[in-house]
């Protein structure tokens, strides 16, 4: 492992690596959460991203009803300002799609992903200091991309050429929050982040796994999620 970093100087390099990289068409918009909403995520991980934790959930990228508006990864509205206590000043980003705009805590849309991840946090753990005291949640990938159309364009269908300065990025700020933090388990939201992780990890005295992404894209995530995700942490070896 690197020498440790604090979560915030991790942030910090992560902001400076992707701020130079450029992504063409179909892409016209990207986002940036941790630059426009940072106050969310300066709230979320000063508050629950401190000290060890015994397990890293890692997700892919922001969802455009999610973190692009909290800045909190998988930040569903209601989960961020009622259950975890966020009230952060969200800005707007320079350019966005009119389909796809960041209207902050203020938004009326529900990411249904980060309701069913937090809403499990919440019913199986109380109160967000019992289970962030041993799990933390953060997303691979900063930033959003939107196409012309509107359409959300996911990191692994970017080319090549955009995907390879981009990851490089993302792999050193798993390993250093994976540093900071310290987990036995690193454990990606889904394939892709499944994937990556263990790529970014590989020769690192730590266990790395997946659980089913909660997407209602997903067919299996619409029959009984949580039981399904309980069941992958339990066959990780992660107690519940």
């Known amino acids: 492992m690197p020498s440790q970093l604090s979560h915030n100087a991790i942030i910090d390099r992560l902001v400076s690596d992707v701020s130079g990289l450029t992504f063409g068409p179909p892409v016209v918009h990207v986002y940036n959460p941790l630059v426009y909403a940072r106050n969310g995520y300066d709230q979320y991980a000063g508050r629950f991203g401190t000290g060890s934790k015994e397990v890293l959930f890692v997700g892919m ?76 949640v953060a997303n691979y990938c900063p930033l959003m991309f939107v196409e012309s159309g509107g359409r959300n364009r996911t990191p692994d269908k970017l080319p090549a050429a955009e995907r390879k300065p981009l990851f490089e990025a993302c792999n050193r700020a798993i390993r250093g929050l994976a540093n900071s933090l310290k987990p036995s388990f690193v454990v990606g939201i889904g394939n892709f982040s499944a994937n990556r992780i263990r ?42």
């Open 199 to 240: 790529l970014a990890l590989n020769g690192e005295p730590i266990t790395t796994g997946r659980i089913t992404h909660p997407s209602p894209a997903n067919p299996k995530a619409n029959k009984g999620w949580e039981v399904l995700i309980e069941a992958e942490l339990e066959e990780l070896g992660i107690r519940l």
């Open 61 to 136: 990228n922001p969802g455009p009803w999610g973190m692009t508006q909290t800045g909190v990864p998988f930040g569903e509205i209601e989960a961020v300002t009622q259950w975890m206590g966020i009230d952060a000043r969200i800005s707007i980003p320079e350019t966005t799609h009119p389909k796809r705009p960041v209207e902050g805590l203020h938004c009326r849309r529900r990411e249904i992903s980060g309701k069913r991840l937090w809403g499990w946090a919440r019913q199986r753990f109380g109160p967000p200091d019992v289970f962030f005291s041993r799990f933390f």
